[in-house]
């Protein structure tokens, strides 16, 4: 479900190269998740049951990107079903520390996956970027264009990895575990 959520966070993450998107989306751990976040407006998903709602289906991939638009999380349960839309996470940031430049979505991503079993993945309005938060940390992050990798480096702490795949023309850099 993981993989399938960054995939549809980097086309996010591309379309709003062409005007600004950002988005978050938590994977896993629905119950704890569904918890700690609240309704930002009337959940556009809420009225729909489970079935119909399966994020490897392309018509909720297309209606993902469309509620991408609106302001909130995205709660995505651990078989693969898009939960809720809209939802403002109320976790704790005490003991989160991110680089400079990252906003309130970014904090949000990194307090819940550090609260719950959940994985946060962020769609960045600012720079496009996409970042994986796991345990309160920073794990992943995918740049859809071109950067300086210099520059990216110090906001993952330890070893890491570096994947890039210029038909995509992505980088992909992985913290090590």
């Known amino acids: ?13 591309r379309q709003g190269m062409e005007r600004s998107s950002g988005t978050l989306f938590v994977v896993g751990d629905e119950e704890e998740v569904l918890k700690r976040s609240k309704p930002l407006i009337l959940d556009p998903l809420a009225q729909y049951p489970r079935e119909v709602k399966d994020i490897r289906d392309a018509n909720v991939q297309g209606t993902i990107k469309e509620l991408a638009k609106l ?3 995205f709660i995505i349960s651990d078989d693969g079903y898009v939960l809720s839309a809209a939802r403002y996470i109320e976790a704790n940031s005490r003991g989160i520390n991110l680089a400079m ?4 979505r970014h904090m949000a991503a990194a307090s819940i996956s550090k ?3 959940a994985v946060a993945v962020v769609v960045s309005e600012d720079d496009g970027g996409v970042r994986i938060f796991d345990d309160g940390e920073l794990v992943g992050e995918i740049i859809t ?3 300086d990798l210099e520059m990216i480096k110090p906001r993952i ?8 795949d210029k038909d995509l023309n992505l980088t992909v850099i992985v913290k090590r575990t």
């Open 71 to 73: 302001d909130g999380a």
């Open 1 to 13: 479900m993981l993989e399938t959520t960054i995939e549809i966070a980097v086309e996010i993450a």
């Open 115 to 117: 609260e719950t079993d």
């Open 157 to 164: 702490k330890g070893e890491y990895e570096k994947i890039i």
């Open 101 to 104: 430049g990252f906003g309130s």
């Open 145 to 147: 264009g071109v950067w």
